[in-house]
């Protein structure tokens, strides 16, 4: 009797071991799945993302520097001949443009760096970026077109020009060539195995990789993924981007024994449950983790790829304004080093967009000074406790370096010593206002002379919405002063 009762619980715990481990090979299928389907969502996003950026990067430093052009007297003054001008030198070096134009707020050419009919002027009050700008945008994107004048496919970036109330007075920017776009585009996207459409309106801009017939068609590949972005930039465009199947159930197939460990001990079955779901918590959490470093990666690198954005734009503009070779490499060599201190800056406080600003003026200063040998020169910092972003320290950094940088070069002659006094303040309104003083030799306002340096800080006010102006102390002396209004 004891052996028959023995034969039927060997029975039910057979049975009962067998139902369970089917239960866990099914559960063990819907979590490779499920990892497959995230895994290839991961990747489709890292690389949408990727293109995104690269597109910001492509325009910012166009906007960089046509807001500060807009500040020149001769287009706000709308005068054709001078701007045509101006416009035709920068086309010579910029081999990326098709055309440097300038309209007027009924969207007809007053400026070209191509020839035009003055008596029957082209214009583009009918499109759409156009238009924006009368809505009130500051900063537009070109929709693919061709030129009035060229009659070539291209793109562009324009800045709104203001009449001084803030009332639309049109438009000032340049078309580019879509190829170069499209190589910027091509760059960025380095996973061949995935597929990517770039789609405006029913034109098709750039397609790449095995999947873009499926992006095309808007289908995500059996066990991938597909994702859609809007192209911020250019308003009804988007990237799609397809993402094909991980194969991680090939993993179990090729390690079986890690499969047949768990078969071979059923006794030791509620650990392996306990254990494949703790497995399926860390995983989950590995995959967060992996995505919050690969989205914080594409922002160091959009960080980055906008720094050096900017450094190109001054230097562009630097050389057309004639600058000799050496100030252009001072002048660099002083960016360069700043772009450095405000990454370690921000690196060294843990964060990703903002900084102490006392600190990075004061290290900018120090550099200065060092760089320059002037020990007999004393440094006298002030500066309100703030934390700015770093699309705002930038160009703030940098106009502080030209400034210093001048000061501790003319300022003081062979053998005489000084101070130099660098403040940072808040103002009325919400701004902060930069204070840079010296009691140096001093000029006379009005016969500050216009050099690279001074130069390349109007185009960094102009960035920030700021201005700089120069004062004379009645007992001698230089005081630069910069106000603006810092992003929140």
């Known amino acids: ?55 910001d990067s492509f325009f910012e430093g166009y906007w960089i520097a046509f807001e500060a052009m ?48 003055r008596l029957a002027p082209p214009g583009i009050a009918g499109q759409a970026f156009f238009k924006r700008t009368v809505d009130g945008s500051p900063r537009v994107v070109m929709e693919p077109h061709r030129g009035p004048i060229s009659g ?40 061949k195995e995935l597929g990517v459409v770039i789609v ?13 017939e499926a992006a095309r068609r808007g289908t995500a590949p059996a066990g991938g993924a597909l994702v859609r972005f809007d192209l911020a930039p250019f308003p009804g465009t988007g990237v799609v981007v397809a993402g094909p199947a991980v194969d991680l159930a090939g993993y179990f197939s090729a390690n079986p024994l890690s499969l047949a460990s768990g078969l071979a001990l059923l006794a030791a079955l509620g650990a392996l449950l306990a254990l494949a779901f703790l497995e399926d918590r860390r995983s989950e959490a590995l995959a967060r983790s992996l995505k919050e470093k690969q989205l914080l990666m594409a922002e160091l690198h959009h960080r980055v790829r906008t720094s050096i954005s900017l450094i190109h734009a001054l230097l562009g503009f630097a050389r057309d304004s004639g600058g000799t070779t050496r100030a252009l490499l001072d002048s660099a060599r002083r960016q360069a080093w700043v772009v450095a201190l405000a990454h370690g800056t921000l690196y060294e406080s843990g964060e990703l967009e903002r900084l102490d600003v006392g600190a990075f003026l004061r290290g900018i200063a120090a550099a200065i000074r060092k760089d320059r040998a002037r020990e007999d020169v004393e440094l006298e910092l002030y500066a309100a406790e703030a934390r700015l972003h770093i699309d705002d320290a930038l ?16 300022a003081f002659p062979s053998g005489r010593g000084g101070t130099v006094s660098l ?19 001093g000029m006379d306002a009005g016969t500050e002379r216009e050099g690279l340096g001074l130069f390349v800080t109007r185009l960094l006010a102009s960035q920030l ?3 700089v102006r120069f004062e004379a102390p009645v007992g001698g002396g230089s005081v630069w002063i910069l106000d603006f209004r810092p992003r929140k």
């Open 70 to 117: 807009a500040e020149i007297d001769e287009i706000r003054r709308k005068d054709g001949t001078a701007s045509d001008r101006l416009f035709a030198r920068l086309l010579k070096g910029r081999p990326e443009f098709e055309n440097v134009a300038a309209v007027g707020p009924d969207g007809v050419f007053f400026g070209s760096s191509k020839p035009f009919d």
């Open 423 to 441: 403040g940072l303040e808040p103002v009325a309104g919400g701004g902060l206002r930069l204070r840079l003083a010296d009691n140096g030799v």
């Open 395 to 410: 160009p703030l950094g940098i106009a502080v370096a030209e400034l210093a940088d001048n000061a501790f070069a003319h």
């Open 1 to 55: 009797m004891g052996i028959a009762r023995k034969r039927p619980l060997a029975l039910v715990m057979a049975l009962v071991s067998v139902g369970a481990l089917l239960c866990l090979a099914v559960l063990a299928r819907v979590l490779v799945g499920n990892l497959s389907r995230d895994e290839a969502l991961s990747g489709a996003e890292t690389a949408a993302r990727g293109i995104v950026h690269a597109t």
């Open 465 to 467: 919405g700021g201005e």
């Open 152 to 191: 070539l496919p291209v793109t562009g970036a324009a800045v709104r020009l203001a009449n001084a109330d803030g009332s639309h007075a049109g438009l000032l920017g340049a078309s580019i060539k879509m190829e170069r776009l499209v190589e910027s585009w091509k760059t960025s996207f380095r996973r």
């Open 200 to 212: 405006s309106g029913d034109q098709e801009l750039y397609a790449d990789g095995q999947l873009a």
